[in-house]
């Protein structure tokens, strides 16, 4: 048994609910004839999506701060009061020496700890450094995505799709509409010729806010041709079983 992909009444319409990667069905739409449409659909940047890229880079980065402050300031600090006290009270018997210091320094007089050899010691103060350097770099990543988002959008006008980086794809240009990914992660890929070079634009519902976005690949479909969507049924129409098309173009 086949299937088919029934429109009705030359609309695009969903008759049921279209499960989605966020687990939510969609209702029913009814979408613009493609021979009509003169309005700009723009979806602009969703901040939930990289509110948790700004989550792990101030993350790193506070952790990055937290590892400098110990190899700065906190190791040496810890093993200056551990030399110390093993000094006066250790080596020499003299507590009151070891409270004065203590006292001048500003130091609680509990017993800090062993002191450290002095080549782990340091060893263990690079370390930090080390890490501090490594955390900088994986919240530079994550941070620099939240800069560079700012003010992103992408477009569907009259002509074809636009972005606010400067990509612009007219509807004669595309090739194909790769679908596949788009009820599980919200992600169509339209591949398309520019000149001599062949190219991508990638259509992201969770990067982007997810009515406009969903607005503007039901709209693009039909003007870029049915017949060159893979992976997926079209937005506004669904596969059925054959039988089942054979009543509703009859009903």
């Known amino acids: 048994m086949g ?5 009705l009444e030359g609309k695009r319409v969903v008759k049921r609910g279209v499960g989605h990667y966020d687990g939510v069905f969609r209702p029913p739409f009814v979408f613009s004839r493609a021979g009509n449409f003169a309005m700009t659909i723009r979806a602009e940047r969703d901040p939930r999506f990289y509110f948790r890229f700004l989550l792990i880079g101030l993350g790193a980065l506070a952790f990055g701060l937290y590892c400098v402050y ?3 300031i ?3 600090g810890k093993q200056e009061r551990a030399l ?4 006066y009270v250790l080596d020499e018997k003299n507590e009151d020496k070891w409270n004065a210091y203590a006292a001048e320094h500003g130091w609680s007089t509990e017993y800090p700890g062993e002191p450290k050899e002095a080549k782990k010691h340091h060893v263990d103060v690079q370390m930090q450094f080390w890490m501090a350097g490594a955390c900088g770099l994986l919240a530079f990543f994550p941070l620099w995505s939240v800069w560079r988002s700012r003010g992103r959008w992408i477009e569907l006008n009259s002509t074809g799709l636009t972005s606010s980086w400067g990509e612009n794809v007219a509807f004669d ?6 679908k596949t990914k788009w009820r599980s992660k919200g992600i169509a890929v339209l591949k398309y010729r520019d ?10 519902d969770f990067k982007f806010k997810r009515e406009p976005t969903d607005k503007i690949l039901a709209e693009l479909e039909p003007r870029i041709g049915l017949n060159k969507i893979s992976g997926g049924p079209p937005e506004g129409y669904e596969l059925v079983a054959a039988e089942e098309a054979t009543v509703d173009a009859e009903g």
Do not use: E, H, M, W
Request: glycine share 10%; aromatic share 10%.
């Open 3 to 7: 299937d088919a992909i029934v429109p």
């Open 70 to 72: 110990d190899g700065a």
């Open 74 to 76: 906190g190791y040496p």
């Open 84 to 87: 110390a006290y093993q000094k």
């Open 173 to 178: 240009q595309a090739v194909s509409l790769d």
């Open 195 to 204: 000149g001599t070079r062949n190219r991508k634009f990638v259509i992201d």
